[in-house]
């Protein structure tokens, strides 16, 4: 199945780039040049049916064409505007504990297609913005266990809040306060006791700045 979702969007560039190249076939290593993808990741994306979205995105913009037509082939009146109605925002695949630590985790990106009316409805600046799962209970009741938040990469250098963070023992979301270089790291769950952390030794990845919880 992903394998025909991944050829028929291929195909669909093939279609677009055939108006710009002409008197000759469109060939996968077109595709690659006109996404400015390397031609040798193209094909192990290809091998892999891994869709290129953020570069098709780009792609799609330059060429002022409809993000619904192109992924959803709806008709809108004119292909020209409604591709500014959508954003990208990076969203990381790792698991970020909210709870015991685990081993260290290799951060993943990928990208999410949202409308902007959802974004200007959440309040985020997109091109700041990741989104990430949280697992465990040491936050509860105020990040869930399995709740995807937002993080704000561009936050204040006064730390008061909760944060999205790397140490040695892995990835995780807590409450951190900044005293003399020394981070103290607050679990909401009372159940959990606070924690300690040299400032060389944690590394903050963003400030959440919203949740979005299942029903």
């Given at each position: 199945m992903r394998k025909l979702i991944f050829n028929k969007i291929i195909d669909k560039l093939k279609d677009i780039l055939s108006k710009e190249i002409i008197n000759r076939n469109v060939l996968d290593?077109?595709?690659?040049?006109?996404?400015?993808?390397?031609?040798?990741?193209?094909?192990?994306?290809?091998?892999?049916?891994?869709?290129?979205?953020?570069?098709?995105?780009?792609?799609?913009?330059?060429?002022?064409?409809?993000?619904?037509?192109?992924?959803?082939?709806?008709?809108?009146?004119?292909?020209?505007?409604?591709?500014?109605?959508?954003?990208?925002?990076?969203?990381?695949?790792?698991?970020?504990?909210?709870?015991?630590?685990?081993?260290?985790?290799?951060?993943?990106?990928?990208?999410?297609?949202?409308?902007?009316?959802?974004?200007?409805?959440?309040?985020?600046?997109?091109?700041?913005?990741?989104?990430?799962?949280?697992?465990?209970?040491?936050?509860?009741?105020?990040?869930?266990?399995?709740?995807?938040?937002?993080?704000?990469k561009n936050f204040d250098d006064e730390i008061n809040g909760i944060y999205a963070f790397e140490t040695s023992q892995g990835l995780f979301v807590k409450r951190l306060e900044l005293h003399d270089g020394i981070y103290k790291v607050i679990s909401d769950n009372e159940k959990y006791e606070a924690q300690y952390s040299l400032g060389g030794d944690l590394t903050i990845i963003g400030k959440v700045s919203g949740q979005l919880g299942r029903v």
């Open positions: 290593q077109d595709v690659a040049d006109a996404l400015n993808v390397d031609r040798v990741s193209f094909r192990k994306q290809k091998s892999r049916n891994t869709v290129p979205y953020y570069e098709i995105m780009q792609f799609l913009a330059k060429r002022k064409i409809s993000i619904n037509w192109f992924f959803f082939g709806q008709l809108p009146e004119s292909l020209v505007d409604t591709t500014s109605n959508y954003v990208l925002l990076k969203y990381n695949n790792s698991k970020f504990k909210a709870g015991t630590a685990e081993d260290n985790i290799e951060l993943k990106y990928s990208y999410i297609i949202l409308d902007n009316l959802f974004v200007n409805y959440l309040n985020i600046d997109h091109k700041t913005t990741e989104l990430i799962i949280v697992t465990g209970d040491s936050m509860e009741p105020t990040i869930k266990d399995d709740t995807m938040v937002s993080i704000d």
